[in-house]
């Protein structure tokens, strides 16, 4: 089965081709500034050493609207050096992300027109997110008339959390009239990683109790009891919880009616402020934390300022979790940053000692691209470091979907 995932922005698309035979990835690329007059794609071809190793294509070209991005796709899956398939027919189905599903989707859905109009029905909860996922999907089922279109949703894996967990404390008529709840985000990503630790530790997932931080540019953390998401911190939108690359995270609400009262912002003003001028970014002005650490050794004390903040978040959140699970098996990091920082990893878990994470420096701070364990042997829970691939997932959950004798994705 091949399968072809895409995560379709407004003005990009991103996608991979996946033989599920492997579960490799054959092709893998993104096309950007799609209809702003010139566009950008990158494709790499990724091909046996013997059939001439990888093969990469970048350029500038006309794209005028996502169907044209999907058949230049398929120009360079299908011919020329850097083709992987013969023909369109090769592609079995294709897969979507849809960041939100709200409380009608619980798994992934295989696309029909009311699949269509509940998405849309979701786009006041992801103004941003939805309509371009809509995009991609309108585009690629005009492209694949006869491939199934599956989509799957980031905020899926977060439908099984109880209420307590999900219930703001505000008038309940705004759950009911309004769907003003957490619905968490990144559960593609938490819900990958929490499978991949379970098979690392050789364990079933449906009696492991795990923390998973997925920390990027964006970050959320998660707590999974017996491989259920029972609470996440990202909530209504992915503005709360932990301080993110530009993303404020978790502040006092009133603060925005301040800054609109008295320091004369605009509604406008105030939710681009909190999403694209804040966090990392606010305090020290960059949102990169291999440029804060680098500032950070020469002395730089508002970049200090910033790590500080930020895994001083992290703890409270793990610690948080760790209370609310009573006991934890495995806390998890991923993403950009869960994977490739060991001075974050560190400071996340220091003090957490007294809960039995105890992490082993040198396997912290050695660097490796695999599934691997940084806590010492006699920590009680053990701290794994655990490379996400949510395109993957998508393709997982595709495959899995088709399959008459499967069982539902929790």
């Known amino acids: 089965m091949k399968i072809l995932v ?20 054959a092709a893998t690329g993104q096309i950007e500034r799609i209809g702003q007059g010139v566009s950008r794609i990158e ?25 044209a991005g999907i058949r230049l796709i398929m120009e360079l899956l299908c011919n020329g050096e850097t083709a992987v398939i013969k023909n369109y027919a090769e592609i079995s189905a294709v897969g979507h992300r849809v960041v939100h599903g709200g409380e009608r989707f619980k798994e992934p859905a295989l696309v029909t027109d009311e699949v269509l109009a509940d998405i849309r ?25 006869n491939a199934p279109q599956v989509a799957v949703f980031d ?70 009891e017996k491989g259920k998401s029972v609470d996440t911190t990202m909530g209504m939108t992915p503005l709360s919880g932990t301080i993110m ?20 912002y605009s509604v406008e003003q105030i939710d681009d402020m909190l999403n694209k001028k804040s966090g990392l970014y606010g305090i020290c002005g960059s949102m990169d934390m291999r440029d804060i650490h680098a500032r950070r050794k020469s002395g730089d004390v508002r970049a200090q300022l910033a790590f500080d903040i930020y895994v001083n978040v992290l703890r409270k959140f793990i610690g948080g979790y760790m209370a609310e699970l009573g006991h934890v098996d495995a806390l998890v990091f991923t993403a950009g940053i869960g994977e490739h920082d060991p001075e974050v990893r560190q400071g996340a878990c220091r003090g957490l000692e007294t809960f039995g994470v105890v992490i082993d420096q040198a396997a912290n701070e050695a660097p490796w691209t695999q599934t691997r364990t940084i806590s010492v042997p006699e920590s009680k829970v053990a701290v794994i470091v655990a490379p996400t ?22």
């Open 6 to 25: 895409i995560n379709s922005g407004s003005s990009s698309i991103k996608y991979k081709l996946y033989f599920m035979d492997t579960g490799l990835a």
């Open 43 to 67: 494709h790499t071809a990724h091909r046996p050493s013997e059939a001439g190793g990888d093969k990469t294509v970048e350029k500038d070209v006309t794209v005028a609207d996502h169907k």
């Open 121 to 145: 029905a979701s786009i006041p909860l992801a103004p941003l997110h939805n309509p371009a996922n809509l995009m991609g999907i309108e585009a690629a089922a005009a492209f694949f008339p």
């Open 155 to 224: 905020t899926a894996f977060h439908q099984t959390m109880p209420p307590r967990s999900y219930i703001y404390a505000l008038p309940y008529e705004l759950y009911e009239k309004h769907g003003v709840r957490r619905y968490g985000f990144h559960g593609i990503s938490h819900g990958h990683v929490s499978r991949k630790a379970a098979d690392f530790l050789g364990r079933d997932i449906a009696v492991l109790n795990l923390i998973t931080s997925h920390l990027g540019n964006g970050g959320s953390l998660c707590a999974i």
């Open 245 to 264: 690359g530009t993303r404020c995270g978790d502040i006092d609400p009133e603060i925005e009616v301040f800054l609109e009262e008295q320091a004369g």
């Open 389 to 410: 691939d949510e395109e993957f997932e998508i393709a997982r959950q595709t495959k899995d979907i088709l399959d008459p004798g499967r069982k539902k994705v929790s």
